[in-house]
């Protein structure tokens, strides 16, 4: 098992910048790809970035490629997500996510961080 627990949301004006945490604790000597998800009010859960276990593979979203930079520190069994230039559009609930490498879907949630950007 794998707890996980996300941080630093907040209210930003667009144009802004803020910083997600996802710390991870449990089961973390296993690699696992790690990712961040958001969902809007009204809406479905979308995906944002992911990030492999040493890093060094990232995929993103269109609409957070240029302006969002996921990565993942693994002796602080922590992840991050850094959101620049940020939208109203941006504003949703943003959760983390992990999974063993061999697992088809993610199987680890976190309990999600809101954030709101105002325009």
């Known amino acids: 098992q794998v707890q996980l627990v996300e941080s630093g949301g907040g209210l930003v004006q667009a144009g802004g910048s803020l910083r997600l945490s996802c710390a991870a604790s449990g089961r973390t000597f296993s690699p696992y790809r790690m990712g961040w998800f958001r969902q809007a009010p009204g809406k479905e859960r979308e995906f944002v970035a992911t990030?492999?276990?040493?890093?060094?593979?990232?995929t993103y979203a269109n609409s957070a490629k240029g302006r969002f930079t996921i990565s993942r520190d693994n002796a602080k069994n922590t992840m991050y997500l850094q959101m620049n230039s940020l939208k109203p559009e941006d504003t949703a609930a943003y959760y983390c996510?992990?999974?063993?490498?061999?697992?088809?879907?993610?199987?680890?949630w976190g309990q999600g961080t809101q954030v709101t950007v105002s325009s």
């Open positions: 996510a992990a999974k063993d490498l061999v697992a088809a879907s993610y199987e680890y």
């Open positions: 990030i492999n276990w040493s890093g060094g593979s990232t």
